[in-house]
């Protein structure tokens, strides 16, 4: 970091919105700016990062990543691969965790997305995401050379949703995700939204103690942790396939589908016409479904489901990696150089 470093100006213990936040070069949005001094989240985290981390805050959060595991790559069994890659590109596990989304917390943590996502997309997600405990990464790029913050990078390697726009080196092009809502992987995408999402997805005791494993690195312990955490969440959740055909076969041979209706949502599914919500669950009640037809559900929902409206993001998350390399060409500017 330089001397004129914006995140070396007086520090506000409180956080209160104003033109002293010290964290206004933790973004490169315009309008994440404003918007997250007003967070709840942002600001609660960020209290206890400024706390942990002291002056040294915008440089460890420069090198930070949080990466979260989906519900689905949990029953998929795709944990080891997802530790294997970022280990392979160095990034480092210093914490992990495990939690369960909620329907607040899924929400809150794509909360500038739902503005584009149809309401029956919101529905099909308040079931799928609280379906099975997730894991949770807290990542140091151990790469000495490094222009783009960890979480920039991260999200580069990542991929994109769409398999037509993802690399074959990508970790989701790696994982194979059987379409485009179940991508196994989450980014936070910019340092100050490593902080937001710290926020949502921890209470301050969990919050504290990896922002403790950022101050003290490195945590000899910490992959065999998230291994040992890998391996317990497998016990706990059933393998699935995720599997369009055959989950539509298991539900209806089960008696939970009419054949009359899986061959509708079948045809659908070629035609690649989205359903309604209502008129994928019918008259099933998903919530007494046991795991196993409840992931088979999801695997044939996720596929059917409503994607977006025609209407514009409400962050240009396109840009951040632009922005951030255009920070890296101005040295005297960079935040996390």
Known sequence: MTAQDPLRRRRSPNCTPGGELPWDALTVLPEKKSAFGKDLYFREAWQDVENGLGESAAEILGATA?????????????????????????????ASATTRFN???????????????????LAFCSYWYPSADILVLLLVDQTVDRNLPASVRLTGLKGSSLAHKRTGDSLRSQLAPPNQVLNFVHVADEPVDVVRELGILFDRTQRRAMVDALAHPPVPTALQET????????????????????????????????????????????????????????????????????????TVASKLIDLERPVASLFRTDEIASGWHNMASEPRKTALA
Not at 103 to 121: C, G, I, N, T
């Open 66 to 94: 949080l990466l979260s595991v989906k519900p689905d790559a949990v029953v998929g069994r795709r944990l080891a691969r997802i530790v294997d890659f970022c280990v392979g590109r160095g990034f480092l596990p210093v």
């Open 103 to 121: 329907r607040h917390s899924m929400r809150a943590l794509w909360e500038h997305d739902w503005h584009v996502y149809p309401v029956d997309r």
């Open 227 to 298: 291994t040992d955490r890998r391996l317990r969440l497998e016990e706990e959740h059933p393998a699935h396939d995720l599997d369009f055909a055959a989950s539509l076969d298991r539900l209806r041979g089960a008696g939970l589908i009419s054949p009359e209706h899986a061959a509708r949502l079948a045809k659908s599914a070629v035609a690649g016409e989205p359903v309604a919500w209502d008129r994928i669950r019918a008259d099933m009640d998903i919530d007494a479904l046991d795991p196993s037809a409840r992931w088979d559900f999801i």
